[in-house]
Each structure stands twice: as structure tokens, then as C-alpha cells.
């Protein structure tokens, strides 16, 4: 039977994640501290496929698997006008709540701006 992995999520006061008045003292030292101090947060994802996700962090886990809410996802597509033969860029957009995102198509992760 293969094993499941779990999924980090904000639970309350037993979450893994520092209080708001002690993030400026919280540090980076593995790479996933830093998706970490992300959960309950605004991110932006980059995949493979020319897509692009900004959504709020609820749950990920080692392999980069996410739950993100309020998510606002980004499709760009390149076509070569057949007549001109200029490249039109189209950008499609659409509004989810709840989206489940495979690691494997994770490319790059940006957390929230962070003053200080």
C-alpha cells in the first residue's frame, strides 16, 4: 500500500506557522520555510504551460502539491497570424474558488511582499 503524504494546513493556534508579531524574526533555513510562513497568504505560482495562479496559501506539502482559495488563474497563448504572420499574444483569465495544484507543474513560487 503506497503512502500518502499530508498536506500542511492552518489549523488555529496548533499551526506550524509564527504569529504575525514574530514574523520579522522568523527565518528562512530550508526552502520550504519559506512557503511555510506563506500559509493564509497571497501567493503567485508560475506552471508549466504558460500559466500563472495568485491565490491564498492553505495547505502544500513536500512535494509542492498546494491548496490555494480565491484563486485568479492566467492562461497565455501565443497564435501566428496566418495573413501577417505576426504573433498574437492572448491572455485568458478565470476566477475559482478552491484549486488543487500538482507540484510537478510548479516552475516558480512568489510569496507576499513583506515590508521591512
Excluded: C, W
Amino acid at each position: 500500500r503506497p503512502s500518502r503524504a499530508r498536506l500542511s494546513r492552518v489549523e488555529g493556534p496548533e499551526s506550524r506557522r509564527p504569529p504575525r508579531d514574530t514574523m520579522a524574526e522568523a527565518t528562512v533555513k530550508e526552502p520550504l520555510d519559506l512557503i511555510r510562513l506563506s500559509l493564509d497568504e497571497r501567493i503567485v505560482l508560475k506552471l508549466r504551460g504558460e500559466r500563472e495562479i495568485k491565490g491564498r496559501l492553505h495547505a502544500y506539502d513536500q512535494h509542492l502539491n498546494m491548496i490555494l482559495g480565491d484563486v485568479e488563474e492566467s492562461t497565455t497563448t501565443t497564435v501566428i497570424d496566418e495573413e501577417t504572420y505576426e504573433e498574437i499574444v492572448k491572455t485568458e483569465k478565470r476566477q475559482v474558488k478552491f484549486l488543487f495544484v500538482r507540484g510537478d507543474a510548479v516552475i516558480l513560487v512568489a510569496p507576499p511582499l513583506r515590508s521591512g
